[in-house]
């Protein structure tokens, strides 16, 4: 979420391919978007944040927890850059792992994708520059 609106969906397994995931995509976010907007928008007071849920295999959606939106949660198959640019929509593009080879990069390297992804509102990489600010007098290098 970011202004109250919802952005996107992610799979929140993104190392793990669900053959029955890509063909229920439509279905799902339309699911998704009617429950943001009934049961989460309405109550939650925050504007910008991210949440995740389960969704039974009855259908029913379960709200697991809220999140900050940025730095140290992880935007699992979009990026932080992707989502800063994404416009709401009224139904949020969805995205699920849909091939057993569409693998994200370094998610079964044994690493945490917090010590793997660098790109810019990273929770590492706002570590390295906050490092570089309290070792470097004034904050330049």
């Known amino acids: 979420m970011r202004g109250r609106s919802l952005l996107a969906v992610s799979q929140r397994h ?4 669900f053959p029955f995931l890509p063909e229920r995509v439509p279905q799902l976010a339309a699911q998704l978007a009617a429950f943001h907007a009934g049961e989460v928008a309405p109550v939650f007071p925050l504007p910008d944040y991210t949440y995740d849920v389960y969704v039974s295999t009855a259908g029913r959606v379960r709200l697991l927890d809220f999140n900050p939106y940025g730095g140290a949660t992880l935007p699992l198959l979009f990026s932080w850059a992707e989502l800063a640019a994404q416009a709401p929509t009224p139904l949020p593009p ?5 091939t057993p080879l569409a693998l994200r990069p ?3 390297l044994g690493v945490p994708l917090e010590l793997y992804d660098t790109s810019a509102g990273s929770a590492l990489a706002e570590f390295i520059a906050k490092h570089r600010e309290e070792a470097t007098p004034g904050g330049a290098e």
């Open 106 to 108: 370094g998610l079964r």
């Open 14 to 17: 993104c190392a793990d391919f």
């Open 94 to 98: 969805l995205r699920v792992v849909d």
